[in-house]
């Protein structure tokens, strides 16, 4: 008996400054490969979000056609990752009384204590993309896990919910359903790269994940195993880019050359006192580019995105929470400096991300700003169906199973 082929999963980020199509390969004994990377630059996203359908559509067939061309197969449909402003989330307690006569906790008492947690009320014009089961508190006790077979009169469980405006989330949807691509589910991006860059044993000891991209910052704090908090800002590399554009009199592809060349998140002794000879976009006489200037308009942007995201975390009552630090992904992870600016601001320890226990184009996978679309794989991996077939299915099950209990989704 032959074990059956691979399967393909495929996860599609359209983001403000690049769009990136990633082809992972689940094989029947659990491991995942990324076997396949499409980029192309965007042009019709502004703060996360479409704002020129057409541009957007031609940019996400440029990166599919690329990462088809190189994984070798024909995506037919990919796991999508969205994000912006509208995105909110919040915590929800359900309640439930065992009826039972001996006061035993059975499947059935878990169903329905879930099923009452789900009962929140929305406006009408917003959609749920995650329900995200935190743990079970059983008579007053928290953090039970599993409470099926526990003695127990009173079940409650909370849940983590994300949610967006509907029709803002079916912008990206119609983009690639018009390249007739099905869209097998939306992702929250900052999830996707926390399935692509956090370890269990981190998200135990609680860890805060920064994904900052060009024009949103996505962070989820994870402690005891569980999402406790996400949120996302409509800021990123882009505004500053635009700080330098104004504070040094320049242009914007000069202020983002700039930036990408001589940028960084804190003012060392390396910049103090230097200047740069700075050509005019116009012909005009030289003039010279205090850098010092330069690097406090960029740190105090980013200080100014880490202190918000802080400041949440304290209102929330998780900043003590941090155990295992802050890990920073996305392309403005790449900033000098960045990880001694948030430990500074956050006082835990906090290092660049790094993609977990996932194989293939290992040069790919070193890259920050690739966490997202590799997350979307991983998500897109333990939705997959079971396969027919008692060993594929035993093999595929144990590593699914491991993966869902980093990512406990409703």
């Not at 929800?92 to 878990?110: C, F, K, L, Q, Y």
Request: hydrophobic share 40%.
């Amino acid at each position: 008996m032959f074990d059956p082929a691979p399967q393909v999963v495929v996860g599609l980020e359209i983001g403000t400054s690049k769009v990136c199509a990633v082809v992972g390969e689940l094989h029947p004994h659990g491991t995942l490969n990324i076997i396949g990377l499409g980029q192309a630059r965007s042009r019709g996203v502004r703060k996360g979000e479409i704002v020129d359908n057409s541009a957007a559509a031609e940019d996400v067939r440029a990166a599919l056609a690329e990462a088809e061309q190189m994984a070798d197969v024909e995506i037919r449909s990919v796991y999508l990752g969205v994000s912006g402003a509208h995105i909110q989330s919040f915590n929800n307690r359900g309640h439930h009384t065992i009826p039972s006569h001996d006061r035993v906790i059975m499947e059935d008492d878990v169903r329905d204590v879930v099923g009452n947690a789900r009962a929140f009320n929305l406006p009408a014009d917003r959609h749920v993309i995650h329900v995200i089961r935190q743990h079970f508190i059983v008579d007053g006790q928290p953090g039970v896990v599993d409470p099926v077979g526990m003695p127990g009169a009173q079940l409650e469980v909370d849940l983590h919910v994300i949610h967006g405006i509907t029709t803002r989330l079916q912008r990206p949807i119609r983009v690639v359903k018009g390249l007739q691509i099905e869209v097998e589910n939306i992702v929250f991006t900052g999830i996707a790269s926390s399935l692509a860059v956090l370890s269990p044993p981190d998200k135990q000891r609680g860890v805060l994940l920064i994904d900052l991209g060009a024009g949103i910052t996505d962070y989820v704090v994870y402690a005891d195993g569980i999402v406790r908090h996400t949120g996302t800002l409509a800021v990123g590399g882009d505004h500053v880019t635009n700080d330098l554009a104004c504070g040094l009199n320049v242009s914007q592809g000069r202020a983002e050359a700039l930036k990408c060349t001589y940028g960084g998140a804190q003012v060392g002794p390396d910049v103090k006192g230097r200047t740069l000879a700075l050509s005019s976009d116009h012909g005009l006489p030289e003039r010279p580019l205090n850098l010092e200037h330069l690097r406090r308009i960029m740190a105090a942007r980013l200080e100014e995105t880490f202190e918000i995201i802080s400041s949440d975390l304290e209102q929330h009552r998780l900043l003590e929470s941090l155990h295992a630090g802050v890990v920073l992904c996305g392309g403005g992870a790449r900033v000098p400096g960045i990880t001694e600016l948030a430990e500074r601001i956050f006082g835990v320890h906090a290092v660049v991300g790094r993609t977990q226990t996932i194989s293939g184009l290992v040069a790919t996978l070193d890259q920050p700003e690739f966490a997202t679309g590799i997350g979307l794989v991983r998500f897109g991996a333990f939705q997959q169906p079971a396969a027919r077939g008692s060993r594929w299915t035993s093999r595929l099950r144990q590593t699914l199973v491991h993966w869902k209990s980093m990512l406990r989704v409703l």
